[in-house]
């Protein structure tokens, strides 16, 4: 059984950058796609970046210029490099992982469809 804990999250200030880290326990990262989520206040959550073990990405648009997924295998860890942050990118992120050969990273974020799931980390970008 994978097991997910984000961290990295908290308050900044519009303009600046945070990175989050997903490390994975239980098991390995290697054969998964791993996916962010985003559940902003009073909205659905949605997928903005997933990320295949070969690196393949996605952005949902409205991070795509902004962010960046990366892994390290060694760590068993996915990061999101957050830069030029807006005070809409506020809410709560979660990472997810599913094994890459039953979804792209498009799908995975698109669709949502992760089988493990964190508990999330707050980001809030307020001035």
């Known amino acids: 059984q994978l097991q997910l804990v984000e961290s990295g999250g908290g308050l900044v200030q519009p303009g600046e950058s945070l990175t989050l880290s997903c490390t994975a326990s239980g098991s390995t990262l290697e054969r998964h796609s791993i996916g962010w989520f985003r559940r902003a206040p009073g909205k659905e959550r949605e997928g903005i970046s997933c990320i295949s073990p070969n690196n393949d990405t996605y952005y949902s648009d409205s991070v795509k210029g902004r962010f960046t997924a990366a892994r390290d295998a060694a760590k068993n860890t996915a990061y999101l490099q957050m830069n030029a942050l807006k005070p809409e990118d506020t809410g709560i992120y979660y990472c997810?992982?599913?094994?890459?050969?039953?979804?792209?990273?498009?799908?995975?974020?698109?669709?949502?469809?992760?089988?493990?799931w964190g508990q999330g980390t707050q980001v809030t970008v307020s001035s």
């Open positions: 997810a992982a599913r094994l890459a050969m039953m979804v792209s990273p498009q799908n995975l974020c698109i669709r949502q469809i992760g089988r493990d």
